[in-house]
């Protein structure tokens, strides 16, 4: 006997638990009608999309949630659905997967293994299951786990010992550089322990900073990948199980597809575009707007933008004064005409003048210091910021994770702005993904990629004049707030003067109000700046102690 399974790998849209049941209802009918699977499994609490967060402690998360689980039993008939909601049992939350057959819940399992880490807060919501979930579909007893589950050898034993052939897994396992071969070397390591096939279904999508890249996949009883879903894709992906039952290994999953996989640049890049994308649309934004300097940070972000919602809808904004190149002024002409979008001139140099004029008295005394390069960055940050308001465009900003994780930008400046696509993304990086971008086709002027960073808001200024070297100052950060590495131990590599790393690291630790200011963006790294790193903006505690 052939068990087909058709693999989900949907965007959704939290909160709207109305929308989302409707295209759990239509995806399983075009998997039963187009895909002839017999099963069609979705993501982890796909019902309300993911992570809902606060909207778990809802009054009427209940009876919505109650009314969707009755469409699914109405409405989907002659295929086993298989889909993660949210649900109270005798007074507790679980996180649920219900299998639903012919207008029946067949059976509800409660996720077990509840992460309370990084960017995961189940424990603050859902209490934990203890039962395997086990039911029959076709003569296969299949078990079910969600998620954090099958990090853990416990929850997969336990449905083996209750009869398992075959696991379910579904996830809203969220991106970052290192997440999927991380996942393919656990299945193995969980497949081989218990002798058993996993489908492992994936999230697909963007919400907030949190990017679902998919790339479900399929191992067999010896952990070997089989099947791999494309990346950042959302659609129906099938895989069939011969069911033989005089083998050792009743379940053998066929051999299907594998999508190739992606290089570090290629998937980060994909994670920005769906970021974005996901952000514009699903918050209803007609457009983005941005400063483009002609710097590689906002030729960057220029060109995530266009790939995300198309050029038609981005506009960028080239902002000179005084210090402003003549460089500068060609190459962000030529970015923006590279891209296609509406490219606006608009000098600052009237404006900042009346900002000093109205301020005079107020300085009148005082010398001239970084208060009046400030000015400058305020400027253009109200001037995108009018923009904005009358023309509904979000403000997209362009600084990345190496300046924002040492205060090196201006609040209210070039801090202005809605979302974030390089938020994550150190320099170093920064140079690597425009040339990536490169290689889809020119955009990025050779020039902006070679020559010295400046924030141009003094004369010959350059980014080096204020700090080290971007290879030197990313190496710190990386082991500072990625590794949580102390001082003395990103001393001991022997790689930097201590002079540098207590500056540097002195720097991250007064500069978090700055970072609670900023916009929310794309995660990255196991360790961005948003809900994986939280550190009081008050405190005494000081490096070296």
């Known amino acids: 006997m052939t068990l087909r399974i058709a693999m989900a790998q949907l965007d959704m849209l939290v909160g709207d638990i109305t929308r989302n049941t409707q295209l759990v209802i239509d995806t399983a009918c075009k998997a039963r009608d187009e895909e002839k699977a017999d099963v069609v499994v979705f993501p982890e609490l796909t019902l309300t999309g993911y992570p809902p967060e606060d909207l778990l402690l809802r009054p009427s998360l209940d009876t919505r949630i109650e009314s969707a689980l009755a469409k699914i039993l109405s409405d989907v008939r002659d295929i086993y659905v298989v889909v993660g909601y949210p649900r109270r049992i005798d007074g507790e939350l679980f996180n649920c997967a219900g299998v639903f057959y012919q207008g029946q819940l067949l059976v509800e399992y409660a996720k077990q293994k509840l992460p309370n880490f990084l960017v995961f807060d189940d424990k603050r919501y859902f209490s934990e299951g203890r039962e395997a979930g086990l039911v029959d579909i076709k ?17 997969t034993a336990q449905a083996k010992a209750a009869g398992a052939e075959l696991i379910l897994n579904l996830n809203a396992s969220p991106y970052h550089i ?25 999230y697909m999508g963007a919400q907030d900073e949190l990017v679902y890249e998919g790339g ?30 005089s083998q050792p290994n009743k379940v053998e999953p066929v051999a299907g597809v594998i999508a190739p996989a992606l290089g570090v640049e290629a998937s980060v890049y994909q994670a920005m575009v769906l970021g974005l994308r996901d952000y514009i649309t699903k918050n ?24 995300a919602i198309g050029a038609e809808r981005v506009q960028a904004v080239m902002m000179p004064y005084t210090y402003t190149s003549s460089i500068s002024l060609h190459d962000a002409e030529e970015e923006a005409n590279l891209l296609g979008v509406k490219y606006s001139v608009l000098p600052i140099e009237s404006m900042v ?14 010398g001239k210091d970084t208060t009046e390069e400030n000015l400058q960055a305020r400027t ?18 362009t600084g990345n994770k190496s300046e924002m994780a040492v205060g090196y930008a201006t609040l209210y400046g070039d801090m202005v702005g809605g979302y974030s696509v390089l938020k994550d993304v150190f320099k170093t990086l920064v140079f690597k993904l425009c040339r990536y971008r490169n290689t889809l086709g ?74 609670r200011q900023s916009p929310t963006g794309v995660r990255i790294t196991a360790r961005g700046f948003g809900r994986d790193r939280r550190y009081p903006i008050t405190n005494g505690w000081h490096i070296g102690e």
């Open 284 to 307: 209803r934004f007609k457009g983005i707007v941005l400063g483009l300097s002609g710097g590689i940070d906002s030729a960057l972000s220029l060109a995530v933008a266009v790939d």
């Open 442 to 515: 020119y955009v990025i002027p050779e020039r902006v990629i070679t020559r010295p960073p400046s924030a141009e808001l003094a004369p010959d200024q350059k980014d080096e004049d204020s700090l080290p070297s971007y290879d030197i100052l990313d190496d710190i950060l990386r082991m500072y707030i990625e590794e949580d590495q102390s001082a003395e131990a990103i001393l001991a590599t022997n790689k930097f003067d201590r002079e540098t790393v207590y500056r540097v690291l002195r720097l991250v630790d007064v500069n978090e109000y700055k970072r």
């Open 353 to 366: 003048s009346a900002f000093t004029e109205v301020l005079a008295p107020e300085f009148e005394g005082y």
């Open 216 to 245: 479900s996949f399929v191992v067999n009883a010896k952990g070997e990948k089989i099947m791999q879903a494309p990346w950042f894709e959302a659609g129906l992906y099938s895989i069939d199980m011969i069911v033989d039952e």
């Open 380 to 397: 253009r940050g109200v001037t995108l910021m009018a923009i904005s308001n009358k023309k509904g465009y979000m403000v997209l900003t």
């Open 139 to 155: 003569g296969v007893k299949v078990g079910l786990s969600i998620c954090e589950d099958i990090w853990h050898p416990e929850p």
């Open 178 to 202: 290192e997440k999927m071969g991380e996942r393919e070397a656990l299945l193995h390591q969980r497949a081989t322990e218990v002798s058993l096939p996993i489908v492992y279904v994936n």
